[in-house]
């Protein structure tokens, strides 16, 4: 997973992640910097009817994407560009091969019991992202 940041302008920036083995990918802005504007290159442009963004601002979006190895190039503004925009980009995985931790508990399982999450994804990675 790689995440890079671009300052266009005062409090207008892009956000890139990729993350060739994912499909599902997350932004988490913290609170002192809420993105009142979003756009996702290659995105439809349109948010759902009925529900519009936030009057105070985002603080967290989920994008996905049908195709794998994709890039999520994500312009946003947000209120007061004299602060940072700070957050974290976060990615989901949902196939199990290679994770020990869920191999461990696999092993170990009694036959009357199943396993299932909470949540998207089997395995959430992240890097935290600034742009100033």
């Known amino acids: 997973m790689s995440v890079n940041v671009t300052k266009e302008a005062p409090g207008m920036g892009t956000i890139s992640i990729r993350a060739p083995t994912s499909r599902g990918c997350r932004l988490y802005f913290d609170e002192d910097t809420p993105v009142t504007t979003m756009s996702v290159r290659g995105g439809s442009g349109r948010i759902q009817p009925d529900f519009p963004l936030p009057e105070g601002g985002m603080w967290e979006a989920h994008l996905w994407s049908r195709t794998w190895d994709r890039t999520f190039d994500v312009s946003v503004v947000w209120a007061d560009g004299e602060k940072p925009l700070k957050g ?45």
């Open 88 to 132: 974290r980009a976060s990615c989901l995985w949902h196939d199990r091969a290679g994770v020990a931790a869920f191999e461990e508990v696999m092993a170990f399982l009694p036959s009357w019991a199943l396993v299932s999450n909470r949540g998207a994804g089997l395995l959430e990675g992240w890097k935290e992202f600034e742009i100033r």
